[in-house]
């Protein structure tokens, strides 16, 4: 199946685009891949374990008049992160974005942080986007975007227990500023974007650590998947032309 365009022109900028969203079945990567939908472009997405919620998000695409499709990937394992890559191609016939959206957090006390659990981060929150962005790569012409999913603790660390996370998602800032380095002669960008507290199933705003998270921000609230979405669709689009090698914070002033 090729990527076909819907519409073109100012509501859906990404038509004939075709975009791949790792960790795109639920939480931010959901509203990801349903904002770039709703700008035009195809859109495949990786799940790891919820293949139900990666196909309701298809099926709202598909109902809503986008091309979507669901892929088991597991980011941390090389093949399976090629495999994803690979199948999106081979689906819509190009590709033109990727969004390093899928990520994990371990939290707690330094000291008993694990080898297993270094590992098992670093390989999913950077050897996997790495891998990723190696991948689409090959595949991405003029006009291409990478885009990767960082987290506001990666420039402001408020708290304890955060080693292993903050670690993971400031390397993303050297990866990211390599790439668009390397890939910008190729009319190729690269960014970063930093959410703050986002209202998602992992991290909900009325949990129990919430009223502290949102007193953390400049705005006292968490914001919404929609928020991140907003700013991954616009550096996908015409007007991310000229941005490149930035880490943008959608993080309600959380790094002030």
């Not at 974005?97 to 006390?109: D, K, S």
């Amino acid at each position: 199946m090729t990527a076909t365009a819907a519409g073109d022109g100012g509501d859906r900028p990404l038509a004939g685009k075709v975009a791949l969203v790792t960790g795109g079945s639920r939480g931010i990567g959901a509203a990801i891949a349903r904002r770039l939908a709703a700008g035009g472009a195809a859109v495949a997405l990786t799940y790891h374990s919820r293949q139900d919620l990666a196909d309701q998000v298809v099926k709202e695409i598909e109902q809503a008049g986008g091309q979507g499709w669901a892929v088991r990937a597991d980011v941390a394992d090389a093949e399976q992160v090629w495999a994803a890559v690979a199948g999106a191609v081979e689906r819509f016939g190009r590709l033109d974005i990727l969004v390093n959206n899928a990520g994990i957090g371990v939290l707690g006390p330094f000291e008993g942080i694990s080898l297993d659990d270094v590992d098992r981060v670093l390989r999913t929150n950077v050897r996997g986007p790495f891998l990723a962005a190696q991948a689409a790569a090959a595949h991405l012409t003029e006009g291409g975007r990478i885009i990767s999913i960082g987290s506001c603790m990666a420039e402001r660390v408020a708290f304890p227990g955060g080693t292993l996370y903050a670690t993971s998602k400031a390397a993303l800032t050297g990866l990211t500023k390599t790439l668009a380095r390397e890939l910008g002669p190729r009319g190729i960008t690269a960014n970063l974007v930093h959410p703050g507290p986002i209202d998602t199933d992992m991290n909900p705003a009325d949990g129990e650590s919430a009223e502290f998270q949102a007193g953390l921000t400049s705005l006292g609230a968490f914001g919404q998947g929609t928020d991140v979405a907003e700013t991954v669709a616009h550096l996908a689009g015409d007007g991310g032309r000229y941005i490149t090698g930035a880490s943008i914070a959608v993080d309600g002033g959380f790094a002030v």
